[in-house]
């Protein structure tokens, strides 16, 4: 069965301070692997794209790390801010439009 | 440029009544589709649709109907509203099918009671 897990479900940390969030897979095939920032009350906001052969890659203070032999991902946030606080989806595609979701880890940033 | 629009941002049903929730998108994107977001599941797919006049079935669209008769607009109708669509309703639309990444709307809200 096709799923995505993500961990933590949740996490707290300070501002200022960078986090790592996991993601590992059971999709197959395998397109690429996005990772999506979800604001309270808002949509999806697309972060990173990745395909098989790219293990890296960055957006600002966000990079996205890929293995695609241990079908693990990782979303590293560096210098954390406030509005960094919001839902980390990630999202495996299988292809077209079969997209697996991941229920999301749900980031607060204190000041 | 606007994006994806959705309306309602919230509605409250009683069951059996009916409705459409509006999306609409001004990026001339091909693909749109219509997802449900639960809490503690991932977004899982409703209905999608390749372009005016196509459109198909995704993993969740008992109840539900789609139509798409101009490129824009996605319209998702509720035939007759049960207590099981109670949920966060987000239209997402891309440029084409795979391998883009998706612009969501900021979603509706509802509720059937």
């Known amino acids: 069965k096709n799923q995505v897990e993500q961990s933590p479900q949740s996490l707290i940390i300070l501002e200022g301070k960078n986090c790592t969030l996991q993601?590992?897979?059971?999709?197959?095939?395998?397109?690429?692997l996005r990772w999506y920032k979800q604001d309270t009350g808002r949509g999806p906001v697309s972060l990173t794209i990745?395909?098989?052969?790219?293990n890296t890659k960055s957006n600002g203070r966000y990079t996205a790390t890929l293995d695609a032999d241990t079908k693990q991902s990782s979303l590293h946030i560096t210098a954390s801010q406030l509005s960094d606080s919001a839902s980390y989806i990630c999202v495996v595609s299988a292809g077209g439009n079969k997209l697996v979701f991941g229920a999301g880890t749900i980031l607060r940033v204190k000041s | 440029n606007a994006g994806v629009t959705q309306t309602p941002k919230f509605q409250v049903l009683k069951t059996g009544q009916s409705m459409t929730l509006q999306c609409a998108q001004d990026?001339?994107?091909?693909?749109m589709s219509w997802y449900r977001q639960d809490p503690g599941m991932g977004l899982r797919l409703i209905h999608y649709s390749v372009g005016a006049g196509i459109t198909d079935q995704g993993e969740v669209p008992n109840g539900y109907n789609v139509s798409r008769s101009t490129t824009e607009d996605f319209p998702l109708r509720l035939l007759s509203a049960a207590p099981s669509q109670t949920s966060v309703y987000f239209c997402?639309?891309?440029?084409?099918?795979?391998?883009?990444?998706?612009?969501f709307g900021s979603g509706t809200r509802l509720t059937v009671v």
């Open positions: 990026m001339n994107h091909e693909y």
């Open positions: 990745m395909t098989f052969s790219e």
């Open positions: 997402a639309s891309s440029y084409a099918i795979s391998n883009y990444g998706y612009t």
């Open positions: 993601c590992n897979y059971t999709v197959s095939p395998f397109s690429n």
